[in-house]
Protein backbone atom coordinates (compact mmCIF):
# COMPACT_ATOMS: atom_id res chain seq x y z
CA UNK A 1 0.00 0.00 0.00
CA UNK A 2 1.61 3.39 -0.32
CA UNK A 3 2.65 5.52 2.19
CA UNK A 4 0.62 8.82 2.94
CA UNK A 5 2.14 11.94 1.49
CA UNK A 6 5.13 13.57 4.19
CA UNK A 7 3.70 16.74 5.84
CA UNK A 8 4.87 19.36 3.63
CA UNK A 9 7.83 21.88 5.33
CA UNK A 10 8.48 25.10 3.65
CA UNK A 11 11.41 26.65 5.03
CA UNK A 12 11.31 30.27 4.68
CA UNK A 13 15.05 31.68 5.10
CA UNK A 14 13.95 34.61 6.34
CA UNK A 15 16.54 37.44 6.14
CA UNK A 16 21.07 36.35 5.98
CA UNK A 17 21.73 38.99 8.41
CA UNK A 18 22.84 37.22 12.25
CA UNK A 19 25.35 38.43 14.84
CA UNK A 20 26.92 35.11 14.96
CA UNK A 21 29.75 33.92 12.27
CA UNK A 22 29.72 30.34 12.82
CA UNK A 23 32.43 29.19 10.41
CA UNK A 24 30.41 26.31 8.60
CA UNK A 25 27.45 28.58 7.92
CA UNK A 26 25.62 27.82 5.08
CA UNK A 27 23.74 31.17 5.13
CA UNK A 28 24.46 32.57 2.07
CA UNK A 29 22.75 33.34 -0.98
CA UNK A 30 23.15 35.53 -3.70
CA UNK A 31 21.32 38.81 -3.76
CA UNK A 32 20.25 40.67 -6.86
CA UNK A 33 18.92 43.65 -4.20
CA UNK A 34 19.29 43.91 -0.79
CA UNK A 35 15.63 44.14 -0.16
CA UNK A 36 14.34 41.23 1.79
CA UNK A 37 10.73 40.22 1.60
CA UNK A 38 10.44 40.47 4.99
CA UNK A 39 10.42 43.88 4.84
CA UNK A 40 7.29 44.37 3.09
CA UNK A 41 4.18 43.41 5.05
CA UNK A 42 1.74 43.07 1.67
CA UNK A 43 4.53 41.26 -0.08
CA UNK A 44 5.13 38.98 3.37
CA UNK A 45 1.34 38.95 3.13
CA UNK A 46 1.27 37.93 -0.94
CA UNK A 47 3.82 35.42 -0.39
CA UNK A 48 2.39 33.62 2.31
CA UNK A 49 -1.05 33.51 0.48
CA UNK A 50 0.24 32.44 -2.40
CA UNK A 51 2.78 29.36 -0.84
CA UNK A 52 -0.16 28.03 1.04
CA UNK A 53 -2.67 27.88 -1.84
CA UNK A 54 0.01 25.94 -3.94
CA UNK A 55 1.03 23.61 -1.05
CA UNK A 56 -1.99 23.39 1.29
CA UNK A 57 -3.40 19.92 -1.24
CA UNK A 58 0.21 18.30 -1.30
CA UNK A 59 0.92 17.96 2.18
CA UNK A 60 -1.03 14.48 3.68
CA UNK A 61 -3.19 14.80 6.03
CA UNK A 62 -1.53 17.70 8.19
CA UNK A 63 -1.41 21.38 6.59
CA UNK A 64 1.54 22.72 5.19
CA UNK A 65 4.29 24.02 8.18
CA UNK A 66 6.44 27.27 7.78
CA UNK A 67 9.62 27.14 9.40
CA UNK A 68 11.08 30.07 9.73
CA UNK A 69 14.62 30.27 9.52
CA UNK A 70 17.41 32.41 8.52
CA UNK A 71 20.56 33.78 9.68
CA UNK A 72 19.10 35.24 13.03
CA UNK A 73 14.96 35.69 12.38
CA UNK A 74 14.61 37.54 15.65
CA UNK A 75 16.78 40.06 14.23
CA UNK A 76 13.22 40.90 12.91
CA UNK A 77 12.07 40.58 16.39
CA UNK A 78 9.32 43.42 15.80
CA UNK A 79 8.37 41.73 12.59
CA UNK A 80 8.45 38.26 14.12
CA UNK A 81 5.72 37.75 15.98
CA UNK A 82 2.73 39.42 13.22
CA UNK A 83 4.22 36.80 10.71
CA UNK A 84 4.00 34.15 12.84
CA UNK A 85 0.15 34.72 13.91
CA UNK A 86 -0.44 35.87 10.01
CA UNK A 87 1.04 32.20 8.85
CA UNK A 88 -1.40 30.71 11.42
CA UNK A 89 -4.43 32.19 10.30
CA UNK A 90 -3.57 31.53 6.84
CA UNK A 91 -3.76 28.20 7.92
CA UNK A 92 0.03 27.00 8.15
CA UNK A 93 1.58 25.40 11.09
CA UNK A 94 4.70 27.26 12.26
CA UNK A 95 7.90 26.61 13.29
CA UNK A 96 11.47 28.16 13.80
CA UNK A 97 14.62 28.07 13.93
CA UNK A 98 17.02 30.04 16.12
CA UNK A 99 20.54 30.67 17.83
CA UNK A 100 18.80 31.66 20.91
CA UNK A 101 20.81 34.41 21.73
CA UNK A 102 18.59 36.96 21.58
CA UNK A 103 15.55 35.32 23.48
CA UNK A 104 14.09 35.94 26.92
CA UNK A 105 11.37 34.80 28.98
CA UNK A 106 8.84 37.10 27.94
CA UNK A 107 9.85 36.94 23.80
CA UNK A 108 9.96 32.94 24.17
CA UNK A 109 6.49 33.17 25.65
CA UNK A 110 5.10 35.29 22.82
CA UNK A 111 6.61 33.00 20.33
CA UNK A 112 5.94 29.99 21.62
CA UNK A 113 2.01 30.76 21.98
CA UNK A 114 2.46 30.19 17.99
CA UNK A 115 4.77 27.65 17.31
CA UNK A 116 4.05 23.84 17.08
CA UNK A 117 7.76 23.63 17.35
CA UNK A 118 10.70 25.98 17.98
CA UNK A 119 14.23 24.65 17.15
CA UNK A 120 17.64 25.92 18.91
CA UNK A 121 21.22 25.76 17.21
CA UNK A 122 23.33 24.47 20.19
CA UNK A 123 26.97 23.22 19.84
CA UNK A 124 28.34 23.66 23.22
CA UNK A 125 28.20 25.06 26.50
CA UNK A 126 31.49 26.46 27.15
CA UNK A 127 31.99 30.30 26.06
CA UNK A 128 35.42 29.39 25.06
CA UNK A 129 34.18 26.29 22.50
CA UNK A 130 31.53 28.13 21.86
CA UNK A 131 33.56 31.22 20.54
CA UNK A 132 36.05 28.90 18.38
CA UNK A 133 32.82 28.08 16.63
CA UNK A 134 32.36 31.61 15.95
CA UNK A 135 29.11 32.00 17.98
CA UNK A 136 30.17 34.94 19.61
CA UNK A 137 28.37 38.66 18.98
CA UNK A 138 30.62 41.29 18.18
CA UNK A 139 30.34 42.49 21.72
CA UNK A 140 32.12 39.40 22.25
CA UNK A 141 29.19 37.67 24.36
CA UNK A 142 28.50 34.00 23.80
CA UNK A 143 25.09 32.33 24.81
CA UNK A 144 23.73 32.29 28.41
CA UNK A 145 22.54 29.43 29.29
CA UNK A 146 21.05 29.81 32.74
CA UNK A 147 19.15 32.45 31.05
CA UNK A 148 17.87 30.05 28.13
CA UNK A 149 16.87 27.58 30.08
CA UNK A 150 14.86 30.06 32.48
CA UNK A 151 13.27 30.82 29.52
CA UNK A 152 12.11 27.70 28.19
CA UNK A 153 10.72 26.63 31.56
CA UNK A 154 8.54 29.68 32.03
CA UNK A 155 7.42 29.27 27.95
CA UNK A 156 6.82 25.47 28.85
CA UNK A 157 4.67 26.66 32.16
CA UNK A 158 2.51 29.04 29.99
CA UNK A 159 2.00 27.06 26.61
CA UNK A 160 2.60 23.17 27.04
CA UNK A 161 1.65 22.54 23.52
CA UNK A 162 4.95 23.29 21.97
CA UNK A 163 8.05 21.17 21.66
CA UNK A 164 11.40 21.95 21.52
CA UNK A 165 14.31 20.56 19.32
CA UNK A 166 17.91 21.12 19.90
CA UNK A 167 20.48 20.98 16.89
CA UNK A 168 23.93 20.82 17.21
CA UNK A 169 26.90 20.44 14.18
CA UNK A 170 29.46 18.15 15.25
CA UNK A 171 32.96 20.25 14.09
CA UNK A 172 36.55 20.79 14.74
CA UNK A 173 36.27 22.97 18.36
CA UNK A 174 33.24 20.44 19.54
CA UNK A 175 33.71 16.82 18.58
CA UNK A 176 35.45 16.34 22.18
CA UNK A 177 32.69 17.87 24.28
CA UNK A 178 29.95 16.40 26.00
CA UNK A 179 26.90 17.99 26.07
CA UNK A 180 24.80 15.96 27.92
CA UNK A 181 24.38 18.00 31.07
CA UNK A 182 23.17 20.90 28.62
CA UNK A 183 20.53 18.64 27.07
CA UNK A 184 19.28 16.81 30.16
CA UNK A 185 18.65 20.65 31.46
CA UNK A 186 17.19 21.53 28.52
CA UNK A 187 15.05 18.14 28.02
CA UNK A 188 14.20 18.66 24.01
CA UNK A 189 11.85 15.89 22.32
CA UNK A 190 14.27 15.79 19.73
CA UNK A 191 18.16 16.29 19.69
CA UNK A 192 19.87 16.37 15.89
CA UNK A 193 23.27 15.73 15.84
CA UNK A 194 24.53 17.08 12.62
CA UNK A 195 27.82 16.75 10.92
CA UNK A 196 29.65 20.33 9.68
CA UNK A 197 29.65 20.41 5.72
CA UNK A 198 33.00 21.28 4.34
CA UNK A 199 31.35 23.36 1.80
CA UNK A 200 32.23 26.85 2.87
CA UNK A 201 34.99 26.22 4.63
CA UNK A 202 37.20 22.79 5.94
CA UNK A 203 38.09 24.54 8.79
CA UNK A 204 35.77 23.07 11.45
CA UNK A 205 35.41 19.97 9.35
CA UNK A 206 35.69 16.64 11.48
CA UNK A 207 36.73 12.77 10.59
CA UNK A 208 34.06 9.54 10.56
CA UNK A 209 35.98 8.97 13.39
CA UNK A 210 35.63 11.77 15.55
CA UNK A 211 31.93 12.29 14.28
CA UNK A 212 30.91 8.38 15.79
CA UNK A 213 33.14 9.46 18.92
CA UNK A 214 30.74 12.20 19.68
CA UNK A 215 27.92 10.49 19.13
CA UNK A 216 28.97 6.98 21.01
CA UNK A 217 29.59 9.68 23.90
CA UNK A 218 25.84 10.50 23.82
CA UNK A 219 24.07 7.59 23.77
CA UNK A 220 22.75 7.90 26.81
CA UNK A 221 20.22 10.19 25.00
CA UNK A 222 19.59 8.47 22.17
CA UNK A 223 15.68 8.47 22.96
CA UNK A 224 16.19 11.84 21.98
CA UNK A 225 19.35 11.93 19.75
CA UNK A 226 19.01 11.87 16.00
CA UNK A 227 22.05 11.60 14.64
CA UNK A 228 22.56 13.00 10.83
CA UNK A 229 25.21 12.38 8.69
CA UNK A 230 26.08 13.69 5.39
CA UNK A 231 24.47 10.98 3.81
CA UNK A 232 21.25 10.65 5.75
CA UNK A 233 19.10 13.83 5.11
CA UNK A 234 15.61 12.58 4.55
CA UNK A 235 11.99 14.45 4.50
CA UNK A 236 10.81 16.88 1.50
CA UNK A 237 12.66 20.46 2.37
CA UNK A 238 11.66 23.16 0.25
CA UNK A 239 13.65 25.92 0.58
CA UNK A 240 12.78 29.92 -0.01
CA UNK A 241 15.20 32.46 0.05
CA UNK A 242 15.45 36.13 1.96
CA UNK A 243 14.08 37.53 -1.63
CA UNK A 244 11.16 34.96 -1.81
CA UNK A 245 12.54 32.08 -4.55
CA UNK A 246 13.00 28.55 -4.58
CA UNK A 247 16.48 27.19 -4.08
CA UNK A 248 18.15 23.98 -4.09
CA UNK A 249 21.85 23.20 -4.02
CA UNK A 250 23.77 23.05 -7.10
CA UNK A 251 24.56 19.71 -8.14
CA UNK A 252 28.00 19.02 -7.97
CA UNK A 253 29.14 22.22 -7.07
CA UNK A 254 29.36 24.81 -4.61
CA UNK A 255 26.37 27.79 -4.33
CA UNK A 256 22.66 27.45 -4.97
CA UNK A 257 20.23 27.85 -8.00
CA UNK A 258 17.33 29.78 -7.44
CA UNK A 259 13.99 29.60 -9.34
CA UNK A 260 12.29 33.31 -10.63
CA UNK A 261 10.65 34.95 -7.59
CA UNK A 262 7.74 33.21 -6.41
CA UNK A 263 5.34 36.45 -6.75
CA UNK A 264 6.52 37.61 -10.27
CA UNK A 265 6.42 33.71 -11.69
CA UNK A 266 3.28 32.32 -8.77
CA UNK A 267 4.14 29.29 -6.33
CA UNK A 268 3.38 26.65 -8.98
CA UNK A 269 5.66 28.52 -12.12
CA UNK A 270 8.65 29.19 -9.80
CA UNK A 271 8.49 25.51 -7.87
CA UNK A 272 8.22 23.97 -11.32
CA UNK A 273 11.14 25.53 -12.43
CA UNK A 274 13.22 23.76 -9.50
CA UNK A 275 10.64 22.21 -7.20
CA UNK A 276 11.00 18.33 -8.55
CA UNK A 277 14.76 18.29 -7.99
CA UNK A 278 14.75 20.77 -5.09
CA UNK A 279 13.33 17.20 -3.41
CA UNK A 280 15.02 15.23 -4.97
CA UNK A 281 18.35 16.76 -3.81
CA UNK A 282 16.72 17.67 -0.82
CA UNK A 283 16.53 14.01 -0.12
CA UNK A 284 20.24 14.13 0.88
CA UNK A 285 22.31 15.81 3.33
CA UNK A 286 22.86 18.74 1.04
CA UNK A 287 24.17 22.31 2.22
CA UNK A 288 20.58 23.74 1.24
CA UNK A 289 19.29 20.99 3.43
CA UNK A 290 21.79 21.58 6.30
CA UNK A 291 20.94 25.77 6.56
CA UNK A 292 17.34 24.82 7.02
CA UNK A 293 18.29 22.85 10.24
CA UNK A 294 21.26 24.72 11.45
CA UNK A 295 20.62 28.35 10.50
CA UNK A 296 20.06 29.87 13.17
S1 LIG B 1 24.85 28.88 11.40
FE1 LIG B 1 23.09 30.03 12.14
S2 LIG B 1 23.81 31.02 14.03
FE2 LIG B 1 25.61 30.41 12.88
S3 LIG B 1 26.18 32.22 11.66
FE3 LIG B 1 24.88 30.90 10.38
S4 LIG B 1 22.83 31.72 10.67
FE4 LIG B 1 24.09 32.48 12.37
Not at 277 to 292: C, E, G, I, M, V
Amino acid sequence: MPSAPAQTVLNWHVTEACNYRCGYCYAHWERPSKTELIRDAAATRALLAELYMHFAGRSGARPPRLNIAGGEPLLHQGRLLPLLKLARAIGFEVSMISNASLLDAPMLTALTGELSMLGLSLDAARPEVLAQIGRVDRHGRTLDLDRLAEAVAQARQAHPHWTLKLNTVVCAPNWQDDLGDLVRRLAPSRWKVLRALPVVSQALEVSDAQFQAFVERHRALSSVMVVEDHADMQGSYIMIDPLGRFFQNRPGAFGYDYSPPILEAGAGAAFAQIGWSALKFARRYTPAAAAAEVCA
